[in-house]
């Protein structure tokens, strides 16, 4: 098969070894696959493969199955689907165990799939599943013009929990209202903490989902209301930072740090279980969507990477596969 290999500071689509496949997994005949943040940090050497873990970028994809192994159960050869990935989604072809893996949503298109996986389990896991957002409660989704943060925005609309955002311009922020936040305020422009105070008359949330980090860490604690959670999803603003513990304890807070790519087996696989019945059906009704900003060929994945990092993006950017 042909895959993304790296060489350097180059990303070249070459020859690389088929993979294997074991008894629990499915082969997958890769139509799209999607960048993600992390792709850009193990690219640069700051995001170690997990172990077992293919070296090839790419953690999620969409594509028809090509052959099941002898365990496996609930799909067969043909089926259009979707799976999560803890690598090896730059590729014509991946095998990846069968319950990170579904069935293409009615009517989507092999890119729209590609652009499920990793965002929405990314969003439903760490909102509804680490944080127990319950009905009512208010958010607030840091970076929410990215692929997680435009699932997130959808999904906490159709759930019934008002959020707010904070995304890079004006023009970034009126895109996540037309997808349901109620309010949001551009990074640099205003402190979000006193933004998030005037939208809950000083209440604060009750949860926030975070791609940056430290230099978020202290307004986002003054940001939550009492007993309110922070779900630490990424280090964009750096990895170290002070705490007002004090601030902590007097609020009941709880920080939570999160990953999806490490998560054993079992955990993706009741991930994936429940976005298949929370999500999948939103999905199908036309509900939500996935948000694509560009849809560009594998061979020109150093474009895509750019246009990643340029911080440019409105949702996903997808790479087609032929």
């Not at 730059?90 to 990170?100: F, N, T």
């Amino acid at each position: 098969m042909k895959a993304i290999s790296q060489e350097g500071d180059d990303l070249l689509w070459k020859e690389n070894p088929d993979p294997d496949l074991k008894k629990d997994e499915v082969l997958i005949s890769i139509k799209a696959s999607a960048i993600n943040r992390a792709d850009l940090l193990q690219r640069s050497g700051n995001y170690p493969v997990p172990p077992g873990a293919s070296p090839i970028l790419g953690l999620e994809c969409s594509g028809i199955v090509e052959e099941v192994g002898g365990q496996v159960e609930n799909l067969i050869k043909g089926d259009e689907v979707c799976a999560l990935l803890a690598g090896g989604g730059y590729a014509e072809k991946v095998s990846v165990p069968s319950g990170q893996v579904l069935k293409v949503p009615k009517g989507f298109s092999f890119e729209q799939a590609a652009a499920l996986p990793e965002v929405f389990a990314t969003a439903y896991f760490n909102l509804y599943m680490e944080a127990n957002l319950s009905e009512g409660e208010k958010t607030l989704i840091h970076a929410g013009a990215s692929g997680v943060g435009t699932a997130a925005i959808q999904i906490c609309k159709a759930k019934g929990n008002p959020c707010f955002v904070t995304a890079g311009t004006k023009e970034k922020i009126s895109r996540c209202m037309e997808l349901g936040a109620e309010g949001g305020t551009v990074r640099n422009e205003e402190n979000f903490a006193d933004a998030v105070a005037k939208w809950t008359d000083n209440n604060g949330v009750q949860v926030i989902l975070d791609p940056v980090g430290a230099n978020y860490l202290e307004d986002n604690m003054k940001s939550l209301t009492l007993e309110g959670r922070l779900v630490m999803i990424g280090l964009m603003g750096g990895a170290k930072t002070s705490i007002n513990l004090g601030l902590l304890m007097m609020k009941r807070l709880r920080i939570i740090g999160s990953t999806l790519r490490a998560q054993p087996i079992p955990k993706k696989t009741e991930i994936m279980n429940n976005l298949n019945e929370n999500i999948w059906p939103l999905l199908e009704s036309g509900d939500i969507k996935p948000i694509i900003d560009t849809v560009i060929p594998i061979e020109e994945v150093d474009k895509a990477h750019e246009l990643m990092e340029s911080n440019q993006t409105f949702g996903k950017v997808i790479l087609k596969v032929n």
